[in-house]
């Protein structure tokens, strides 16, 4: 086959800051996906997206062309209207376990194809992994099954959806590429496109322990990706959320599922519970369901109800017993005072050294592995008493897992500028 492009040239144009036309964006992610443009092509023309960034236009285009890379779900056919949420990805952010049994109570369905974690955020796949019995893989009939009889799944992206951004981002991931606003936005966005949710709600993380430490850089990236979903129809809204400090009180993949449950049965961290009923309400009134009270559906178990049948449903046993690692040691306060500081991406850290998360794709992690705190930034704290917990099977780690956290916790004499307890700083609607 002759290609209507050579690669250099598309690559020296953006090298030199020029804006590429649609059918170079279209020829060269079909001819990655393909295998005619070569990783190393690839990843230089990534670069030179990142140095040079690229205008509305290209990047609408460059994710159309991630959508065409393969197959689009359908959920038309379903009774309920259908919303989504995605998070760019945190430290203990569990959102999406009791979030979309919440929102499915009110009869909307909420298809939750999710990812696995790598570096210092988890994933989703594996905190439920925990749960004994518990499977992630559903072909796409049990996936449409599920959400008609149950309203809720959460499950692995089939490797259909957009097989060109998963080619891309383990690109990315091994050549300093993955923090480019036009890159994140266009993976994103194509997945979630591709999905054929009616409505997402994004959950954009800014601070030490997510992908935009900025909340300048998060707003950018919030209204790419809204304008993107909204252009193709999806209706679309961001909440900026803070990544400063952990979400809740646990990082790690049965510890996250534990706390996840507290907030099922009506219990849990306040900043845990704020976030899921705020996301919730985002998602419910893109569905159409303006008077639903989220809140409540936590408070009364209906939202239990559905996590267990949706548990249930894929194997899981929601009253076994989660998994506790085999060694736990704690570290303690210093000194009196107020915890002024704790930061998420130390914290994040430290749960993966544990065991918690993974170094490379397919490695395996630990179930019962990560980070209990039992203070968060605000709290006043006297010399000796807990700061947190280190869970692990492997007890060889907790030196390296120790070493994280240096520099990421400060006591100071005042609460004066600590923000305790404010999770959404704010929303961008489409
Ligand atoms: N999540 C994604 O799916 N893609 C990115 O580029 C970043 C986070």
């Keep these: 086959m002759t290609e209507a492009f050579d690669v250099v040239d598309i690559i020296r144009t953006k090298r030199d800051g020029g804006t590429l036309s649609v059918a170079e964006i279209d020829w060269v992610v079909d001819a990655y996906t393909r295998g005619v443009v070569a990783d190393e092509q690839?990843?230089?023309?990534?670069?030179?997206?990142?140095?040079?960034?690229?205008?509305?236009?290209?990047?609408?285009?460059?994710t159309a062309a991630m959508i065409a890379s393969g197959e689009r779900m359908d959920f038309s056919g379903l009774s309920r209207p259908t919303?989504?949420?995605?998070?760019?990805?945190?430290?203990?952010?569990?959102?999406?376990?009791?979030l979309a049994p919440l929102v499915a109570v009110f009869d909307v369905a909420v298809p939750q194809l999710s990812g696995r974690g790598l570096g210092h955020t988890g994933g989703t796949l594996d905190k439920l992994?925990?749960?004994?019995?518990w499977r992630a893989d559903l072909d796409n009939d049990a996936i449409l099954r599920q959400l008609e009889d149950i309203?809720?799944?959460?499950?692995?992206?089939?490797?259909?959806?957009?097989?060109?951004d998963k080619k891309l981002y383990a690109l990315r991931d091994t050549t300093g590429t993955v923090e480019a606003i036009p890159l994140i936005a266009s993976s994103i966005m194509s997945k979630k496109i591709a999905e054929g949710t009616g409505s997402l709600v994004l959950d954009v993380k800014v601070g030490s322990g997510a992908f935009m430490k900025d909340i300048d850089a998060a707003r950018e990236l919030a209204r790419t990706m809204v304008a993107?979903?909204?252009?193709?129809?999806?209706?679309?809204?961001?909440?900026?959320?803070?990544?400063?400090?952990?979400?809740?009180?646990?990082?790690?993949?049965?510890?996250?599922?534990?706390?996840?449950?507290?907030?099922?049965?009506?219990?849990?961290?306040?900043?845990?519970?704020?976030?899921?009923?705020?996301?919730?309400?985002?998602?419910?009134d893109a569905a159409g369901r303006t008077d639903a009270d989220p809140r409540a559906a936590l408070a009364d178990g209906r939202a239990m109800d559905v996590w267990r049948r949706m548990i249930?449903?894929?194997?899981?046993?929601?009253?076994?017993?989660?998994?506790?690692?085999?060694?736990?040691?704690?570290?303690?306060?210093?000194?009196?005072?107020?915890?002024?500081r704790?930061?998420?991406?130390?914290?994040?850290?430290?749960?993966?050294?544990?065991?918690?998360?993974?170094?490379?794709?397919?490695d395996a992690v630990q179930a019962a592995a990560g980070v209990e705190l039992h203070a968060k930034p605000g709290d006043r704290v006297t010399a000796g008493q807990p700061l947190l917990t280190m869970h692990t099977d492997t007890p060889e780690r907790f030196d390296r897992a120790?070493?994280?956290?240096?520099?990421?916790?400060?006591?100071?004499?005042?609460d004066e500028g600590v923000r305790a307890g404010e999770v959404v700083l704010e929303k961008i609607a489409g």
Aim: charge should be negative; charged fraction near 20%.
């Design 83 to 98: 919303a989504d949420k995605h998070s760019t990805g945190g430290v203990g952010d569990k959102i999406t376990l009791p």
């Design 342 to 362: 704790l930061d998420a991406y130390a914290v994040g850290v430290c749960a993966w050294r544990l065991g918690a998360g993974r170094a490379r794709q397919g």
């Design 402 to 414: 120790r070493q994280a956290l240096e520099g990421g916790i400060d006591i100071g004499a005042s």
């Design 42 to 62: 690839m990843s230089a023309l990534a670069m030179a997206i990142f140095l040079r960034g690229m205008d509305r236009g290209e990047i609408a285009r460059w």
């Design 228 to 284: 993107l979903g909204t252009d193709a129809g999806v209706r679309t809204t961001a909440l900026l959320t803070d990544m400063s400090t952990p979400l809740g009180l646990t990082a790690g993949n049965g510890l996250e599922v534990r706390e996840s449950v507290e907030v099922l049965a009506g219990g849990g961290p306040a900043d845990v519970v704020e976030l899921t009923v705020a996301l919730a309400r985002e998602m419910l």
């Design 312 to 340: 249930s449903a894929q194997g899981g046993d929601p009253d076994a017993p989660l998994p506790t690692a085999k060694e736990t040691e704690t570290i303690t306060a210093q000194e009196d005072g107020v915890l002024t």
């Design 129 to 133: 992994e925990a749960i004994p019995g």
């Design 151 to 164: 309203g809720a799944v959460i499950c692995a992206a089939g490797t259909g959806l957009a097989p060109a």
